[in-house]
């Protein structure tokens, strides 16, 4: 009473990744005299200061891979015993969300909400092998479920996703209009100039981006049209295998490494096509914000048609053939450029945070009584 809902997520950290993108964008558009939010996190993450700048509580506890299944178990039923005051514990783990879950109803944390983020799993044989037995928990621990799409309400939840509540991963659409003005000035900076064709990539350097595959296709490419250039966002477990892979192709003059960027919004402006040939992804924010940005995206499958917001931006492509990707990349140079206003049409589509947010606000209401 006399103060905001406050609703605990829970995350490994609170870094520029997908799902914490999400988040964060909630959190800013959300009427936080009504919704807080406070995070439990086990590492620290670059959007901690602003968070907290926003009035939200950051706890912290070891993860499972520094401190092992039952002393995680534990640190988590001892948090959670200690802090049963929350009424939603809101996981954003996929299927580790199990054990998180599990502690959480054993402690009488009357809400538990799981969060699908994606549509499998990352790690060898062994991780997905206890992924798989984690995973199971969710179903007799969690209370709703929530997921970022279909697809990723299907894998985690199995025969019930049905249940799930949809919360498309938006964007703060404003931010992301095409600006030829932007584009030219990013562009001096980055000194690439105005007759070059640049490719570009937002994600983390991991397994499930799939960028050995990708430099492979741009080594290819370059060789058939020099004047191109690859802009790669993100950083990540992969960037020493990555900068190798760069050296080895003699590729160092032609792709940029730009880390982690709070200035996406901006980069993608420069960008004339966004190429991400990922195993697998939920609803990926980043080929939101580009689509939102006017930009042509050829992607693979594997991602969600769920993705495609109907303005001719999507173009798929097969993970079996570095040709066909050479064949689509040509094809999309040789079109015409068109990044027309496409602000009306995300809004129409549901990928407006704002709306978002507010739908999210008479969620957490609802189910909290």
């Not at 039952?70 to 809101?90: A, C, G, M, S, W």
């Not at 969300?97 to 044989?125: D, F």
């Not at 249940?163 to 498309?168: D, F, L, Q």
Request: proline content about 2%.
């Amino acid at each position: 009473m006399g103060g905001p809902l406050r609703v605990l997520h829970v995350v490994v950290n609170m870094n520029r990744g997908g799902a914490e993108t999400l988040i964060m964008n909630l959190y800013r558009n959300i009427d936080r005299s009504k919704i807080q939010f406070d995070f439990l996190t086990c590492k620290e993450g670059e959007f901690d200061m602003e968070i907290q700048q926003l009035g939200g509580i950051m706890h912290r506890i070891p993860y499972i891979s520094d401190v092992g299944h039952f002393h995680f178990e534990k640190q988590l039923l001892h948090f959670f015993r200690e802090n049963n005051h929350y009424r939603i514990v809101h996981s954003h783990l996929d299927k580790m969300s199990g054990i998180v879950l599990l502690a959480a109803k054993k402690a009488g944390i009357s809400i538990r909400i799981s969060h699908s983020h994606n549509t499998r799993s990352e790690g060898g044989m062994a991780a997905r092998v206890y992924k798989s037995f984690v995973g199971s928990l969710i179903r007799h621990n969690s209370t709703h479920h929530v997921a970022c799409s279909m697809d990723a309400a299907k894998w985690l939840f199995k025969d019930r996703w049905q249940t799930s509540n949809i919360v498309r991963n938006g964007i703060e659409v404003d931010k992301f209009k095409y600006s030829p003005e932007v584009r030219e000035t990013v562009r001096n900076k980055l000194k690439i100039d105005s007759s070059k064709f640049v490719l570009g990539h937002v994600g983390r350097f991991n397994h499930q981006k799939n960028h050995f595959f990708l430099l492979d296709v741009f080594s290819k490419v370059n060789k058939e049209i020099p004047e191109t250039v690859l802009i790669l966002i993100g950083d990540g477990e992969l960037r020493l295998g990555i900068q190798k892979k760069i050296r080895d192709l003699k590729l160092e003059d032609k792709v940029l490494l730009l880390g982690v960027r709070s200035d996406v919004s901006d980069l993608l402006q420069a960008f004339d096509l966004f190429i991400f040939p990922s195993l697998h992804e939920g609803l990926p924010v980043s080929l939101i914000e580009a689509q939102g940005a006017g930009l042509p995206c050829l992607i693979s499958d594997h991602i969600s048609n769920e993705v495609d917001m109907g303005l001719n931006l999507i173009h798929y492509s097969s993970l079996v053939s570095i040709d066909v990707w050479i064949k689509k990349i040509k094809k999309i140079r040789s079109m015409p450029a068109k990044r027309d206003e496409v602000t009306s049409r995300m809004i129409q589509k549901g990928f407006d945070i704002r709306n978002i947010a507010a739908s999210i606000e008479e969620y957490y209401y609802s189910i909290s009584g």
